[in-house]
T-cell receptor
Framework: DAGVIQSPRHEVTEMGQEVTLRCKPISGHDYLFWYRQTMMRGLELLIYFNNNVPIDDSGMPEDRFSAKMPNASFSTLKIQPSEPRDSAVYFC?????????FGDGTRLSIL | AQSVTQLDSQVPVFEEAPVELRCNYSSSVSVYLFWYVQYPNQGLQLLLKYLSGSTLVESINGFEAEFNKSQTSFHLRKPSVHISDTAEYFCAVSVATGFQKLVFGTGTRLLVSP
């Protein structure tokens, strides 16, 4: 079975640019989560969806961050404009009725 | 709200030695508890979970963890580690009504040397 697929695996861009991270959850899973991992703050839940609807976005740090889930098989996390402090590894995870399954993450570097 | 404390940021150990990674949690309601493992440049993989029932839970690769409600702990143990166990280990908690809002500890890096 294919796991959670994230793209790109690495992204390097300059400050001020728009960044879009993509996630394909495991087929049939109805929950999708976006996390950010940094050395300073560890793993933080940014937002999660249920049946494509955002349920809790209280972890989204600023209005520069937005997330969408247009259908059950695709989600995006967008940062516009990006800043150096957004540099982190961003994980997507999905679940059905059990524990979350994580993708391999996107390592984002904002110069 | 729930919280998780992993007191050890790094645990060095020799191959074939036993290891314990400590995890304590705080919650006013019943919880589910998890251990995830993260290998370099990979996502988190579920190692084992406690939902209910037997307080001792085991993984397929020799790890075990025991839920201790009185001490609010969920320590991870392995009697004999391998080089391949070198990774970051995260303890996590969620309220026992679902798996949605996981709260993670800061992680413990297990370093196994020959």
């Amino acid at each position: 079975d294919a796991g959670v697929i994230q793209s790109p695996r690495h992204e390097v861009t300059e400050m001020g640019q728009e960044v879009t991270l993509r996630c394909k959850p495991i087929s049939g899973h109805d929950y999708l989560f976006w996390y950010r991992q940094t050395m300073m703050r560890g793993l933080e839940l940014l937002i999660y969806f249920n049946n494509n609807v955002p349920i809790d976005d209280s972890g989204m740090p600023e209005d520069r961050f937005s997330a969408k889930m247009p259908n059950a098989s695709f989600s995006t996390l967008k940062i516009q404009p990006s800043e150096p402090r957004d540099s982190a590894v961003y994980f997507c995870a999905s679940s059905l009725t059990g524990p979350q399954h994580f993708g391999d993450g996107t390592r984002l570097s904002i110069l | 709200a729930q919280s998780v404390t992993q007191l050890d940021s790094q645990v060095p150990v020799f191959e074939e030695a036993p290891v314990e990674l400590r995890c304590n949690y705080s919650s006013s309601v019943s919880v589910y508890l998890f251990w995830y493992v993260q290998y370099p440049n990979q996502g988190l993989q579920l190692l084992l979970k406690y939902l209910s029932g037997s307080t001792l839970v085991e993984s397929i690769n020799g790890f075990e963890a025991e839920f201790n409600k009185s001490q609010t702990s969920f320590h991870l143990r392995k009697p004999s580690v391998h080089i391949s166990d070198t990774a970051e280990y995260f303890c996590a908690v969620s309220v026992a009504t679902g798996f949605q809002k996981l709260v993670f500890g800061t992680g413990t890096r297990l370093l196994v040397s020959p």
